[in-house]
């Protein structure tokens, strides 16, 4: 296994890994499924091995110190880069700004360097004759407050991200740099990641080497490290490696555990196929670390609140993130549309197949935890309803189509936005798992309930067992493999839904399934956790507001009731018909309002100024729910069903 336990100095780390494993570091035992390089690179191995060794015991200060040495062939230029262009991330998301201290050396003597101007993550040094490797050293600055970027590193977990504190040679392909990796971690903590071949340093009692991989494996294979830490094994070679900020967070009763069993069962039903050799969650249970939900080829990074295992009965809205993660190994990692991929990461990405990519990982998302239980079905389907109903009352598809909103991890850096249902967001997420929900439906009328979308998820993400290349796909590939499961016109299907403009709400697959969108006035099990997590008040589909805890306006809906009294963002509720601002009095005024007569009137303040508005709203709390039409079998309990040997 790859928990490395950090012991007292005098004692034996124990590291207990299959020997198949522990002597094969290249990636899978089968023939690879790699992309072609393109001509730009030199398409043998760097000369040499590169080591990294990373200190991470400065909790404190949130501090990493880096020191690598990189071989060198021959004297001249040499070029490093700072990676810039994440898997996973969609944009340019190299955190080159927290880099300090950075200094260049070879054979004893500093070296000068400078940065490339036009490429800001480019750094250009001279190296001396007869030099054979190059010493770099720096800092790597966490951020200590979410204002200054995710946290990362607080004085009970660590999350090490190898981009953060790495340099690579440029002109080769990430996969053909060698490099072997080294943590320092503070005493007593205990650390998983994918990487392979842990030892400890003798004398050194915190110390991990990590047997030597590819570059690209490495920037792949993140870690988790804490203070407070449980792992289970999950089957199928995967585990849940997870820390907290304190010890009485993990305790997690057999039947949570057992629900995580369900999911990799249902994951691996489902594709056919494990595109890993072992795959670990990484886990955290915080408040400290900043919310994380990435994934990996092998693993993948997860923050969820510390209530997780505690309060499991009521917060299954937050459990959809595991399922995703999980999914991405083989959608994502294993298949990656062709403009995802690059060799090294200074390439731009194209994301302009982001829905299927991410929009069909947050369909599966859903199934693999209502089949697993890992969400109940229903509130899977209230899920589906809410999306449903948001993207119905959203004016930015009048202008902007679905596959435009995957540039927006570039365009808009993932940042608030005053008016989002005018300008969308990524919606490739969410309106793209609802038209995967019609696809299948689709499959399913017309073969009788024969075929569906788990026939083209086997066929297409499947590929053969035990390979953890990467199988690229264009929009070509995706239409012959739904055509391959069910003839139908899936190239106008997919054009009109993710490529037109002005589409109609996306309904047809809840209601093909089985159910219909209704307005009640009380929220669903969905809604009402999420209201509860977030401690917010949910009015987007009555006043087209939401109001956090301090009765402020966190989220507006574009040419809604409020946002027609000039309400932003930011504006503050102070009184409802003229007593102090709180939940219920709110939902009471929207409720006597219903009557046609009786007015909503709120003091508000933003910026030091007070207004009194009326906003003109009589129709009642409105929340989306799914209705079931009938109580026979129908779609979605098809769709739905555990696939998992019982």
Known sequence: MRLIPMLAASTALAICAPAALQAQNARGTVEQSMPPLPANLNPGQYPGTMRILVDASDVAHAIMTVEQHIPVANAGGLTLRFPEWLPGKHAPRGAIGDMAGLVFSANGQTLNWRRDVEDVHSFHVDVPRGAREITVRFQFLAPTRESEGRVNMTPAMLNLQFEQVSLYPAGYATRNIRVQPSVILPTGWQAATALDGATNVPGAQNRINYGPTDYETLIDSPMFAGAHFRRWDLGHAVHLNVVADEPQYLEARDEHIAAHRALVAEAVALFGTRHFDHYEFLLALTDEMGGIGLEHH???????????????????????????????????????????????????????????????????????????????????????????????????????????????????????????TATRTEDYYNEASLMWLEADQIMRRLSGGARGMDDFARNFFGGRDGDWGTLTYEFEDVVAALQAVQPYDWEGFLNNHMRGVGQPAPIAGLEAAGYRLVWRDTPSAYDSERMKEGGYLDLYFSLGININRSGEVSAIQYDSPMFNQGVTNGTRILAVNGLGYNQDRMRAAIRAASDGTTPITLLVEKGGRYRTISPQWTGGLRYPHAERVSSAPNGMDALLTARRPQ
């Open 298 to 420: 092998r693993s993948s990074e997860n923050a969820r609140e510390t209530d997780y295992f505690t309060e499991w009965d009521s917060n299954g809205s937050e459990r959809g993130l595991l399922p995703h993660e999980l999914t991405h190994s083989w959608n994502g990692k294993y298949r990656r549309p062709g403009h995802l991929w690059t060799p090294d990461y200074a390439q731009t990405m194209d994301g302009r197949l982001l829905w299927v990519y991410e929009g069909q990982t947050a369909f599966w998302d859903l199934v693999l935890a209502a089949r697993s239980g890992m969400q109940t079905s229903q509130m899977v389907i209230d899920e589906w309803a809410r999306n449903a109903a948001f993207y119905a009352a959203q004016p930015g598809r009048a202008w902007r189509s679905v596959e435009d909103t995957t540039l927006d991890p570039v365009m808009a850096a993932r940042r608030p936005r005053p008016f989002p």
